[in-house]
């Protein structure tokens, strides 16, 4: 198994101890003056992230974002608030694809993203919070459609986000299936539901929230 998207951040320094406590590791203290300040000047908390990923980040019929990536980010704002003594908002910005996240926390365009696959090249350059929740990688199908047995997987087309751990666990498990890359996994869960895959290969927690979104029925 593997930890569940994280939070992820660039430089609220001396925070740590208030924000480690719910979650949020910290870039180093040297980067720490500019996003405070920053902060403390706007009285703005900038997240970005997915807003298809079910339970951490969605958008509701009035437009709001809302989820267990939502209620952390507001904490963080809270407690920014009590270290600059002033009001501070959080601001969402929907990102539809997550590759350019890390990219846009190091250049300083946000403050905290949601959504982002650890790997240890993007750990050189930005701090992954502690788990947040706990998943694993499953596959997603029509109920009886698989055994578990990786051997059932060999020459079928099973749907993953493309550069993703998925997609490296899947070719390590069963070379011979059919690799299907999508920009999301919002968009293999949609591939599945119209038959344009036979398996969905993912974190399972956003995997169930995605499917219990759509109202898809019999899938295991």
Known sequence: S?????FHSRGLGQLSLGLLTLGLLVAPAAQAAGVVERVARSGELRLIGPADRPPMITVNAQG???GFGIDIAERVAALLSEAVGRPVRLRFESVADAAPLAQRLGEGAADLACGLPFTWARDLT????VPIGISGLRLLAPEGRFDGDPAGLAGRRIGVVRASLAETDLRGT???????PFNTLSA????????QVEGVVGDSVVLAGLAGQRGLQGLA
Do not use: C, I, N, Y
């Not at 069963?174 to 299907?180: E, K, W």
């Not at 293999?188 to 038959?195: F, H, I, P, T, Y």
């Open 2 to 6: 593997r930890t569940a998207p994280m």
């Open 64 to 66: 709001q974002p809302e």
């Open 126 to 129: 930005v701090d992954f919070s």
């Open 174 to 180: 069963q070379p011979s299936a059919r690799l299907v």
């Open 188 to 195: 293999a869960v949609e591939a599945l539901a119209s038959g």
